[in-house]
């Protein structure tokens, strides 16, 4: 005889496809009625004209096609309702009701994300190119990992992984980051009309970037990278405030005027106590026929790390992003390869281990 149980049992590796969880647990399956070998089985969206639709049609349907002495079925689909909505953010939020104020998870002491800070002195140096670059990298060796574009005046990063005018999927007041390259991305041009410039100061800073992790679904993840506006300014205070606990990367050129002006932001990371994992240097050389030609000068990155008694972890070589057109290095190139062996250096340093155990 089928059973309800038997039904939500099927049904239960069913995931929304945008949050990765059981339908089940989400309490997206409405409704199960039975009437001998036939069932009625209703599921409800969080919103109406949600785009991922078919998909949850189809698996919902392969699903319950498994059940043993079900016939048949009739599929439903249909919307949440308010009450049905907040239920679905409150297993988000991991079973905190909404109107309780409390430090979003990934702010807790005892998280498990570690906090990587991408900082320089300059602009133009390719902090951002390193951040992105680095996220995939970290990504495509197993990690779960997500950014922060910080970098609120020059926000950069959705051009850099080409995610267009691709926005996040709002569920009410929750937000779910953008997923590029396997990279989960939240950044203030999603929510700046028309690349309007941002006039935000002090307060108001901070104030977003709490909002990025209270009101933002990031779900499990082993690194969180935070794209820094360059220099030592509001934001760069603020993270050093909200995140105690977060470490720091600092790009540099090999020119003399980009690593005096980042030794400045690595000296203020240690005089609040911020651990730097090292030095980037970006635009080390250009390499032609099998032979280095140093563009912008030798050695920067090496006398930045001496400065700040930290190590250069990599030298990334000159050369234009190819990957389907934006600005994320295929794996194969020597960019690619540099950001592969950064990825292994800084998982290592931080000693997390890679999730899918690539
Ligand atoms: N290794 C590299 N080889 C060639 N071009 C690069 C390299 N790294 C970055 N670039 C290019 O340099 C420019 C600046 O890079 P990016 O935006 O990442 O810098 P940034 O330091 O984050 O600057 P800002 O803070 O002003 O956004 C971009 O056009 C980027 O494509």
């Known amino acids: 005889m089928v059973t309800r149980e038997a039904i939500l049992d099927a049904l239960r590796p069913v995931q929304d496809p945008e949050v990765h969880k059981s339908i089940v647990e989400l309490g997206m399956v409405r409704n199960v009625e039975i009437t001998g070998d036939h069932a009625n089985v209703e599921v409800v969206l969080t919103i109406s004209g949600c785009p991922l639709r078919n998909k949850i049609d189809s698996d919902v349907r392969e699903a319950l096609g498994t059940v043993a002495g079900l016939k048949s079925f009739d599929l439903k689909l249909g919307t949440m309702t308010d009450e049905e909505r907040s239920k679905f953010r409150s297993v988000l939020r991991g079973g905190v009701p909404e109107d309780q104020a409390v430090t979003p998870a990934l702010l807790a002491p005892d998280t498990q994300t570690q906090f990587v800070a991408v900082a320089s002195g300059k602009g133009g140096v390719g902090k951002s190119t390193v951040t992105a670059n680095l996220a995939v990298a970290l990504a495509r060796q197993g990690y779960r990992v997500g950014i922060i574009d910080a970098d609120i005046y020059g ?9 267009g005018d691709k926005k996040p999927t709002v569920i009410d007041n929750l937000l779910l980051p953008v997923v590029a390259h396997g990279v989960k991305i939240i950044s203030m041009h999603f929510f700046v009309p028309d690349n309007r410039p941002v006039i935000w100061r002090g307060p108001m800073l901070g104030k977003m ?9 990031w779900g499990d993840i082993d690194v969180l990278l935070l794209d820094m506006p360059p220099g030592t300014g509001d934001m760069a205070l603020d993270i050093h405030q909200l995140l105690p606990k977060s470490k720091e990367l600092i790009v540099t050129t090999p020119q003399q005027n980009a690593t005096e002006v980042a030794a400045r932001v690595g000296t203020m990371a240690l005089q609040t106590q911020h651990q730097i994992l090292g030095v980037v240097e970006n635009m080390s050389f250009f390499e032609h026929k099998g032979e280095k030609h140093y563009i912008f000068g030798k050695g920067g990155g090496e006398r930045l790390a001496l400065e700040l008694k930290t190590e250069l972890l990599s030298q990334i070589p000159l050369g234009v992003a190819q990957e389907s057109g934006d600005g994320i290095y295929a794996p194969e190139t020597p960019q690619g390869l540099a950001y592969a062996h950064l990825a292994k250096t800084v998982g290592r340093q931080l000693e997390i281990g890679a999730t899918t155990g690539k």
Request: charge should be neutral.
């Open 155 to 163: 926000f950069s990063i959705p051009g850099i992984f080409g995610i």
């Open 209 to 217: 970037l709490r909002n990025f992790f209270a009101e933002v679904h």
